[in-house]
């Protein structure tokens, strides 16, 4: 075990860069927890068994930054010591906005309707709209070098994220009805 201060990225022996291999990223993050899991240190010193929880939990931690799109990027612009504020600037073009008032009121007419095909539908768009701005990303961050563009497009991406959230949410519920 090395240092637990490390990047997430240098963790798992990785690029620091927005494309990532998720597979490698899985294979990696299997092998870490494999060698730092508690129960492998049942009978070790209190000290090791502290060490060991703490490097499982950096590990599930950088995991999980790494291997969704929108903390990924999250987490490279606070290496380049970038705060997207994602909750004090909410500030987006007015096409986004209309969007996501667009998607809003399909979900809730949808949701009122019990209708999961069109909740589903407009998961499947919100889906491709993700992937778009995954897609401006990798670019902004691996190639340019293009924090606060990059910076704008994770806060566009976690606006998705909560309404993708939020459908979700509501097909759950009317699938438990």
Not at 119 to 139: C, G, I, P, Q, V
């Amino acid at each position: 075990m090395s240092n637990l201060q490390q990047n997430y990225f240098a963790l798992f022996g990785l690029p620091i860069q927005f494309s990532l291999d998720m597979t490698l990223l899985d294979q990696r993050y299997r092998k870490l927890q494999a060698e730092v899991h508690p129960d492998r240190f049942v009978a070790a010193s209190p000290s090791e068994r502290m060490q060991s929880m703490q490097w499982a939990t950096q590990a599930n931690e950088a995991y999980h930054t790494l291997k969704h799109p929108t903390s990924r990027a999250r987490y490279l612009l606070q290496l380049q010591g970038i705060d997207t504020q994602e909750e004090s600037n909410t500030t987006m073009p007015a096409d986004f906005l209309m969007l996501q008032m667009e998607w809003r009121e399909t979900a809730e007419d949808a949701f009122d309707e019990g209708n999961i095909t069109v909740l589903d539908r407009l998961l499947k768009d919100m889906r491709a709209e993700a992937m778009t701005l995954e897609d401006s990303l990798a670019n902004h961050l691996d190639q340019q070098h293009a924090w606060q563009e990059a910076s704008g497009t994770v806060r566009k991406l976690s606006f998705i994220d909560k309404i993708r959230s939020d459908v979700e949410h509501k097909i759950s519920k009317l699938e438990d009805e």
